[in-house]
C-alpha cells in the first residue's frame, strides 16, 4: 500500500512541473510525443503489417515466378504512395526509412553522449590543462559546418567499413559531442563549487564516486532536452548525407537518398516519389524538436510563465502586464549556454 | 580609457584565433591525410600501373614521414597553399577562386533573408508570447528548419521554376547576359562593368536558392531572435525603465529589441556553419557552382588531395568570421572589452 | 479610517503626498486568487519618511510595485492611490506613465541589473526626462543629469561611461539619481539596501535622508531590516499577511509595541545584548486560503478563541499607535475579562 502511494506521489511529484508549464507548450509537447510515437510504431511494426518492402521490386506470384512491381505507378490503392523509377513501392521504401531513421538517430546521439558527457564531466570537473585543450578541440569542432563533418568522417570511414548503418551513425554522432561536452562541461564548474562535493571530497570520496555519483545526476538534467534536439538534427544530417549519396548503401531505404533519386521524376510532374520522403522528414524532425523545446520549458522550473497559468480574477479588469512573466521554448537554451543571449553573449561562445 | 580597451581586447581576441586555427587543421590533417590512407590509389590508382604510382606519390611527397607531410601541410595551408587535386589540373588554390565567389554571394544573400525574416517574426513572436502570432511564428521556425532543404529546394524549383516559370531553375546567370568575370562576384563585376542587364540575371538566379536557403536559416534564427526578446523583455532595467515612465513603445524598442539584437551577430557567426552545410546542398539542387558542388564532386571522385585542400580553406575562413564576429562584439557591447 | 492612515503623522498642515487606501493587490494563481495585499490603507505626508517592514512574503514588494501599478500579466490592483489629486489604481495608460517618475519614484532592490548595460548612465537621464518633458534639449537635459549625480556624490565627469563601469553602490546612487532628478513627490524605496555592504547602506540611507528633510519629499522604505527603520523612519507600518497589523511613530511602535506580531519581531532580532534566540514558530499563512479572522491567530500565544471570527479592526491603545488585535479595546469585539495583556509579557512567550 504504501509502496503505490509512494509511487503516487512520485510520479504527481514529476508531473507537477508539466501542470505549470503554460498550456501552449503542453500541447506543443503532446503533438511532439505523438507524432514521434507514430513513427516508432510504423518502424516497429510497419514492415509487419504492409505488404512491400523498401528494396522489394518484383512480387512472387508462384514459387520461382516473379512479376515486376510497376514503375513509377501514381498512388492507387495497391500502392498507396506509388512506385518509383527502380519499381520500388515508395510506402515500403517510408516505412524502411523510418526503421533506419530512428536506428541511426539512436545510436548517433548515444554515441555523442557516450563520448560527450563524461568528457565533459571530468574536463570541467579537473580543469587544468586537459580542461582548456579539450575545450580547444570541441569548441573548433563545434564551429566546424556539422554537414561537412559528417561528410568527411563519413568519407574516412569508407575507407574501413562498408558503409551501414554504424558507420552512418558514426558519422552523424561525432558532430553532437561538442555539445554534449560543453553543457555537461558547465554544468559540471558550477556544480562543482557546490557545498555537498565538498563535503563529499572532504570526506575522501575517490574522484569517480564524485563524479559518477554526486555531480553526474546533477548534471544529467540539462541533457535529455539537447538530447531530442540532437536527435531531430540526426534525422536531418542523415537524410542530407544521402541525399548526397554517403551515408549507407544503396539502395537501403534511406528518405533522403529518395530524394535524390526523384530529382528528374520532378520536371515530368511525377511529384509522389519526392513528395512522401520529404513529408516523412519533415514530420518526424518537427515531431522531435515539438519534444525538445517543450521538455525545455517543463524542466527548466524557472522559465515557467508565472502568472500566465491559472484562471482570471473574477471579476477584475485584469492589468495587462507590461512584461511577458518568464519565457518558454528557448530559454533553457539560454541557461544550457549554447544560445549566445545579451548576458551569455560572448563569453558562452 | 576606451580605446585602450578595446584594442587590448582585439588583440587578445586574435592572438586566441592562432590555437583555433592550428587545432583545426590539424584536424582536417588527421581526417583526411592520415586516416584515409592512399590519394593516389583511391583515386586514379585503378588506371595507373605501379610504378606510374609510385611516380605520383614521390611528386606529391607522399612517402615522407608523416610529420614532414604535416609541416608542409600546415606551412602550405597558412601562406595560401592548399595543394594539387589528383583529378583536376587547377591547384586547389585555382579552384577555390573560381568557386569560392559564387558560394559567398549565395550566403551572403541568404544571410539577409534568414536575418530579415527571423528578426522580424523572432522579435513579434517574443512581444506578442503565447497569441496566435507567437505560436504560429515558433511552428513556423520550427517546421521550416525541419523541412531538408534539398527538398524545399526541389519543391521550389518545381513550382516557381518549372510550373510559373518566373525564376530559373539553375546557375548563377543566364548565358549572355553573365557579366564579365572579374572578381568572380557576380553581383560587384556588374556594378563595376555597369552591366545592368547582368546584375538583373544574377540577381534573378540567386533569388530561388537564396530564399530557400536563407528561409531554412531564419527558422533558427526566430526561435534565437524570440528567446532574446524575451530575455530583454523581462530584465530588469526594462521594468526599471518603465517605472520612471518611459513610454512603452520606447522601452520596447530602445531596452528590450535592440538589447536582444546584440547577440545577433554571435548569432549569425554561429548560423555561418550551418550555412556552408545548406550551401552545399543547395548548390546540388540547383547545380550552382560553387564551393559546395566543388567538394562534393571531389568526394564522388575520392580525390582526397582536393577534399583536403578545400576543407582547409573552410577551416581557415571559420577561423576568420569566428574573429570577426568577436571583434563586432567588441565595438557593439561595452561590457566585452573589459 | 482616516485616523488609521495618518496614525502617529506629524500634524501637518499640508495634505499628503501620498493616499494609499484599501489597497489590495492580487496575482492569478493555479489555485485561484492570490491576494499578496489585502486591505492597506496609509497616507505618506511630504518630508515624512514611512518604514514598511514585515517578513519575506508579507506582501511588502508587491506593494510597492503595486502602488504604481507594475503588475505581472494577470494581477489586479484595486482600491485607492492618490498622488496629487489623481487617483493612480483608476487612472489611464497615458496619465500612469506620466505620473511614474515624475510624481512618484521607485528604486528598486537589486541595482546590479537596473540599468541597461548597453546605454550610458547619461543617456538614462536624458530619456527619462525627455519622455516627461520633451520640451527639455538633450543638452540641458544631460546637465540636469550631471546635477543629480552630483547631488549622490558622483562626479559628473562619470556620466558618459556605461553602468558595468560602477559598483553596486554607485549604481544604486545612480538609481536614486534618476528617481530624483523629476523631483517626485514620493520616493518608493524598495530594499534600497539589502543588496550592498553596510558601509554603502549606510551612504545611501544618509542620502536618502538627507533628500526628504531637504526636497520634502515623502519616503516609503519598504524593508525587512528592522534596524534600519529604527534609524530612518518617522513612522512605521508592519506588514503580515497582507495587512497592516500595527501602525505608529518609530518610538511607539519600538519601544511599546503593541501587536504580538511586532512584539514577536522585535523579540527575535539580534543584538549585542542578545543571550538567547527567539523565533515565532510556525509560517505565515498561505493568501491563496487565508485563515478566518485575525490572519495571526494561528501562531499568536495571546489567540483568544474569538480571535477567528472577524478580521480586527485598528484599535488606538495610544494616540496615533493603532494596532490590529483583539487585545486591546476598539477593535471591534470587546476585550473579554482576563485577556491578556501583551505587553506585560516579555520575549519568553515565544519559547
Given at each position: 500500500?504504501?509502496?503505490?502511494?509512494?509511487?503516487?506521489?512520485?510520479?504527481?511529484?514529476?508531473?507537477?512541473?508539466?501542470?505549470?508549464?503554460?498550456?501552449?507548450?503542453?500541447?506543443?509537447?503532446?503533438?511532439?510525443?505523438?507524432?514521434?510515437?507514430?513513427?516508432?510504431?510504423?518502424?516497429?511494426?510497419?514492415?509487419?503489417?504492409?505488404?512491400?518492402?523498401?528494396?522489394?521490386?518484383?512480387?512472387?506470384?508462384?514459387?520461382?515466378?516473379?512479376?515486376?512491381?510497376?514503375?513509377?505507378?501514381?498512388?492507387?490503392?495497391?500502392?498507396?504512395?506509388?512506385?518509383?523509377?527502380?519499381?520500388?513501392?515508395?510506402?515500403?521504401?517510408?516505412?524502411?526509412?523510418?526503421?533506419?531513421?530512428?536506428?541511426?538517430?539512436?545510436?548517433?546521439?548515444?554515441?555523442?553522449?557516450?563520448?560527450?558527457?563524461?568528457?565533459?564531466?571530468?574536463?570541467?570537473?579537473?580543469?587544468?590543462?586537459?580542461?582548456?585543450?579539450?575545450?580547444?578541440?570541441?569548441?573548433?569542432?563545434?564551429?566546424?559546418?556539422?554537414?561537412?563533418?559528417?561528410?568527411?568522417?563519413?568519407?574516412?570511414?569508407?575507407?574501413?567499413?562498408?558503409?551501414?548503418?554504424?558507420?552512418?551513425?558514426?558519422?552523424?554522432?561525432?558532430?553532437?559531442?561538442?555539445?554534449?561536452?560543453?553543457?555537461?562541461?558547465?554544468?559540471?564548474?558550477?556544480?562543482?563549487?557546490?557545498?555537498?562535493?565538498?563535503?563529499?571530497?572532504?570526506?575522501?570520496?575517490?574522484e569517480r564516486t564524485i563524479l559518477g555519483r554526486y555531480v553526474?545526476?546533477?548534471?544529467?538534467?540539462?541533457?535529455?532536452?539537447?538530447?531530442?534536439?540532437?536527435?531531430?538534427?540526426?534525422?536531418?544530417?542523415?537524410?542530407?548525407?544521402?541525399?548526397?549519396?554517403?551515408?549507407?548503401?544503396?539502395?537501403t531505404a534511406e528518405w533522403g537518398y529518395d530524394v535524390s533519386q526523384a530529382i528528374t521524376d520532378v520536371s515530368s510532374g511525377i511529384w509522389w516519389t519526392a513528395f512522401w520522403p520529404g513529408m516523412a522528414i519533415i514530420t518526424l524532425v518537427t515531431g522531435l524538436t515539438l519534444v525538445g523545446e517543450g521538455l525545455n520549458d517543463v524542466i527548466n522550473p524557472l522559465l515557467r510563465a508565472r502568472g500566465a497559468a491559472g484562471k482570471a480574477i473574477a471579476g477584475e479588469a485584469e492589468e495587462a502586464g507590461a512584461e511577458p512573466e518568464a519565457a518558454a521554448l528557448d530559454d533553457a537554451a539560454v541557461d544550457r549556454g549554447t544560445v549566445p543571449t545579451l548576458e551569455t553573449g560572448v563569453e558562452n561562445r | 580609457m576606451k580605446g585602450s580597451s578595446l584594442r587590448r581586447y582585439l588583440l587578445v581576441r586574435v592572438a586566441l584565433t592562432v590555437p583555433m586555427v592550428l587545432i583545426l587543421l590539424t584536424l582536417v590533417f588527421l581526417l583526411l591525410r592520415v586516416a584515409p590512407g592512399d590519394p593516389i590509389k583511391a583515386t586514379v590508382g585503378a588506371r595507373l600501373s605501379p610504378e606510374q604510382i609510385a611516380e605520383r606519390r614521390e611528386a606529391l611527397g607522399l612517402n615522407d614521414p608523416i610529420l614532414v607531410q604535416y609541416g608542409r601541410y600546415m606551412a602550405g595551408a597558412l601562406t595560401g597553399d592548399f595543394g594539387d587535386p589528383v583529378t583536376d589540373r587547377r591547384s586547389v588554390g585555382q579552384i577555390i577562386a573560381d568557386t569560392a565567389p559564387a558560394t559567398f554571394e549565395l550566403a551572403v544573400f541568404a544571410m539577409v533573408v534568414a536575418v530579415i525574416v527571423g528578426v522580424?517574426?523572432?522579435?513579434?513572436?517574443?512581444?506578442?508570447?503565447?497569441?496566435?502570432?507567437?505560436?504560429?511564428?515558433?511552428?513556423?521556425?520550427?517546421?521550416?528548419?525541419?523541412?531538408?532543404?534539398?527538398?524545399?529546394?526541389?519543391?521550389?524549383?518545381?513550382?516557381?521554376?518549372?510550373?510559373?516559370?518566373?525564376?530559373?531553375?539553375?546557375?548563377?546567370?543566364?548565358?549572355?547576359?553573365?557579366?564579365?568575370?572579374?572578381?568572380?562576384?557576380?553581383?560587384?563585376?556588374?556594378?563595376?562593368?555597369?552591366?545592368?542587364?547582368?546584375?538583373?540575371?544574377?540577381?534573378?538566379?540567386?533569388?530561388?536558392?537564396?530564399?530557400?536557403?536563407?528561409?531554412?536559416?531564419?527558422?533558427?534564427?526566430?526561435?534565437?531572435?524570440?528567446?532574446?526578446?524575451?530575455?530583454?523583455?523581462?530584465?530588469?532595467?526594462?521594468?526599471?525603465?518603465?517605472?520612471?515612465?518611459?513610454?512603452?513603445?520606447?522601452?520596447?524598442?530602445?531596452?528590450?529589441?535592440?538589447?536582444?539584437?546584440?547577440?545577433?551577430?554571435?548569432?549569425?557567426?554561429?548560423?555561418?556553419?550551418?550555412?556552408?552545410?545548406?550551401?552545399?546542398?543547395?548548390?546540388?539542387?540547383?547545380?550552382w557552382p560553387g564551393l559546395g558542388a566543388a567538394i562534393v564532386g571531389f568526394i564522388g571522385s575520392r580525390d582526397y588531395s582536393a577534399v583536403q585542400g578545400i576543407v582547409t580553406f573552410i577551416a581557415i575562413v571559420i577561423a576568420v568570421v569566428s574573429l570577426l564576429i568577436d571583434v563586432i562584439n567588441g565595438f557593439v557591447d561595452p561590457r566585452v572589452r573589459y | 479610517m482616516t485616523s488609521a492612515a495618518t496614525a502617529g503623522a506629524v500634524p501637518d498642515l499640508d495634505a499628503p503626498a501620498l493616499s494609499v487606501r484599501d489597497l489590495r493587490v492580487g496575482y492569478r494563481t493555479t489555485r485561484g486568487p492570490l491576494w499578496a495585499v489585502d486591505g492597506v490603507s496609509f497616507d505618506v505626508h511630504p518630508g515624512e519618511s514611512l518604514g514598511l517592514v514585515g517578513e519575506s512574503g508579507c506582501g511588502k514588494s508587491s506593494l510597492g510595485r503595486a502602488i504604481m501599478r507594475l503588475m505581472p500579466p494577470g494581477g489586479v490592483v484595486r482600491g485607492s492611490v492618490v498622488v496629487r489629486g489623481r487617483d493612480l489604481v483608476k487612472a489611464p495608460e497615458s496619465e500612469l506613465r506620466r505620473i511614474r517618475g515624475e510624481d512618484v519614484a521607485l528604486v528598486f532592490q537589486e541595482p546590479m541589473t537596473r540599468l541597461n548595460p548597453l546605454m550610458k548612465v547619461s543617456d538614462h537621464f536624458i530619456e527619462a526626462i525627455r519622455a516627461h518633458r520633451p520640451d527639455i534639449s538633450k543638452r540641458e537635459a544631460h546637465h540636469m543629469a550631471r546635477a543629480a549625480l552630483a547631488q549622490m556624490g558622483i562626479p559628473p565627469t562619470r556620466a558618459d561611461n556605461y553602468p558595468h563601469e560602477f559598483s553596486g553602490g554607485m549604481r544604486q546612487r545612480i538609481m536614486i539619481a534618476l528617481g530624483i532628478v523629476l523631483r517626485p513627490r514620493v520616493i518608493i524605496a524598495d530594499e534600497p539596501t539589502t543588496a550592498l555592504d553596510v558601509i554603502v547602506e549606510s551612504q545611501i540611507l544618509d542620502i536618502l535622508d538627507r533628500l526628504r528633510r531637504d526636497e520634502s519629499v515623502g519616503l516609503i522604505l519598504i524593508t525587512h531590516n528592522l534596524g534600519i527603520v529604527a534609524e530612518t523612519c518617522d513612522r512605521v507600518a508592519v506588514m503580515y499577511a497582507g495587512k497592516i497589523v500595527e501602525m505608529g511613530t518609530t518610538e511607539q511602535v519600538f519601544t511599546s509595541p503593541k501587536h504580538p506580531y511586532t512584539r514577536g519581531l522585535l523579540s527575535s532580532t539580534i543584538s549585542l545584548e542578545t543571550t538567547e534566540l527567539h523565533s515565532i514558530p510556525g509560517y505565515p499563512p498561505d493568501l491563496v486560503d487565508p485563515p478566518p479572522g485575525c490572519r495571526f491567530a494561528p501562531r499568536c500565544p495571546f489567540r483568544m478563541p474569538h480571535c477567528t471570527d472577524k478580521v480586527p479592526d485598528y484599535a488606538e491603545p495610544e494616540p496615533g499607535q493603532l494596532v490590529a488585535c483583539f487585545c486591546y479595546p476598539g477593535a471591534g469585539l470587546p476585550v473579554p475579562p482576563g485577556a491578556p495583556d501583551p505587553t506585560k509579557v516579555g520575549p519568553e512567550v515565544w519559547q
Open positions: 500500500m504504501t509502496t503505490l502511494s509512494t509511487l503516487r506521489a512520485k510520479l504527481a511529484h514529476a508531473y507537477r512541473p508539466f501542470r505549470q508549464a503554460s498550456r501552449t507548450s503542453r500541447v506543443l509537447i503532446f503533438i511532439g510525443l505523438a507524432i514521434v510515437l507514430f513513427y516508432v510504431l510504423v518502424a516497429v511494426v510497419g514492415a509487419q503489417l504492409y505488404e512491400y518492402e523498401g528494396t522489394q521490386y518484383r512480387v512472387e506470384v508462384a514459387p520461382g515466378e516473379f512479376e515486376d512491381l510497376p514503375q513509377l505507378e501514381p498512388p492507387s490503392r495497391e500502392h498507396p504512395f506509388g512506385t518509383t523509377r527502380d519499381r520500388f513501392d515508395v510506402l515500403g521504401r517510408i516505412i524502411g526509412g523510418a526503421q533506419l531513421a530512428l536506428a541511426v538517430m539512436f545510436l548517433a546521439v548515444a554515441f555523442a553522449m557516450v563520448i560527450g558527457v563524461p568528457l565533459g564531466l571530468v574536463s570541467g570537473y579537473r580543469g587544468g590543462r586537459l580542461d582548456r585543450v579539450l575545450v580547444t578541440v570541441m569548441d573548433a569542432i563545434y564551429a566546424f559546418p556539422s554537414l561537412l563533418l559528417a561528410i568527411i568522417i563519413s568519407f574516412m570511414l569508407t575507407a574501413y567499413f562498408e558503409p551501414g548503418v554504424v558507420s552512418a551513425a558514426l558519422a552523424v554522432g561525432v558532430v553532437y559531442i561538442p555539445q554534449y561536452f560543453r553543457v555537461v562541461r558547465n554544468h559540471t564548474l558550477s556544480v562543482k563549487e557546490e557545498p555537498f562535493v565538498e563535503a563529499a571530497r572532504a570526506l575522501g570520496a575517490k553526474f545526476f546533477n548534471v544529467v538534467q540539462s541533457v535529455p532536452v539537447i538530447l531530442t534536439l540532437n536527435a531531430a538534427d540526426a534525422i536531418l544530417t542523415l537524410a542530407s548525407l544521402g541525399f548526397l549519396g554517403y551515408g549507407v548503401q544503396p539502395p | 522580424v517574426v523572432g522579435a513579434l513572436a517574443g512581444r506578442l508570447r503565447d497569441t496566435p502570432f507567437d505560436v504560429g511564428g515558433r511552428l513556423f521556425g520550427i517546421v521550416i528548419y525541419a523541412a531538408p532543404i534539398f527538398w524545399l529546394g526541389l519543391l521550389a524549383q518545381l513550382t516557381f521554376a518549372v510550373n510559373l516559370r518566373w525564376f530559373p531553375t539553375a546557375g548563377r546567370a543566364s548565358g549572355f547576359d553573365a557579366p564579365e568575370e572579374i572578381t568572380g562576384f557576380y553581383i560587384l563585376d556588374s556594378i563595376i562593368t555597369r552591366d545592368w542587364a547582368a546584375l538583373a540575371t544574377t540577381l534573378h538566379h540567386l533569388v530561388l536558392p537564396g530564399v530557400t536557403l536563407g528561409l531554412v536559416i531564419g527558422g533558427v534564427f526566430v526561435r534565437l531572435v524570440r528567446v532574446n526578446m524575451l530575455q530583454t523583455l523581462r530584465a530588469d532595467y526594462v521594468e526599471a525603465a518603465r517605472a520612471r515612465g518611459v513610454a512603452e513603445g520606447r522601452v520596447l524598442f530602445r531596452h528590450a529589441f535592440k538589447n536582444a539584437l546584440v547577440p545577433i551577430v554571435t548569432i549569425m557567426g554561429l548560423q555561418f556553419a550551418i550555412l556552408l552545410g545548406g550551401a552545399i546542398l543547395t548548390e546540388t539542387v540547383f547545380s | -
